[in-house]
């Protein structure tokens, strides 16, 4: 259950970010680094999947688990506004994610979740996966500003 989980969740990554990076037209060393500081903490998935498998969800890992989610989802955020910052205030990743109601929630429900491993993993782990839910259908938003005409002023890098 932990690896499809952490399957779910690194595809989840793999394709928002994609998307994400279809928007900018510049790569600053910030966003480099920004990128840099995503896989890092997205390359301690299998560790913490492994942990918490192996470990039959006690409480340590299983927060351990997600506080690596925790940190990964600050580290996309971070990317997220580097590329914002690149390309300014009218960009299309800007107007694309508008006010991200998923990307706040997320980090609140990582946060519980890893609280209510010392309660109960089963909660901690539901909650786990109600944000891969949240999250597993593709963000159409970012899709759809990329397929903006481009005489409304986008691009369509």
Known sequence: MSYVLSFIYLG???NNHH???QTCNKVTGS????????????????????WMGENQFTAVPTAIYGVVLLMAAIAYW????QLILAE?????????????????????LYISAIGFAFVSHWISIA???????????????IEQMLTTPKSEGTSNF
């Open 12 to 14: 989840i990554y793999w």
């Open 19 to 21: 998307h994400m990076l």
């Open 31 to 50: 966003i480099l680094w920004a990128n840099h500081h995503l896989l890092f903490w997205l390359s301690l998935v299998p560790f913490t999947t492994g």
């Open 78 to 81: 971070i990317l997220q506004q």
């Open 88 to 108: 300014g205030e009218n960009s299309l990743l800007k107007k694309a994610i508008g006010n991200d109601w998923k990307g706040k929630a997320s980090p609140l």
């Open 127 to 141: 909650l786990y996966i109600l944000v891969a839910l949240l999250w597993l259908i593709p963000d159409r938003r």
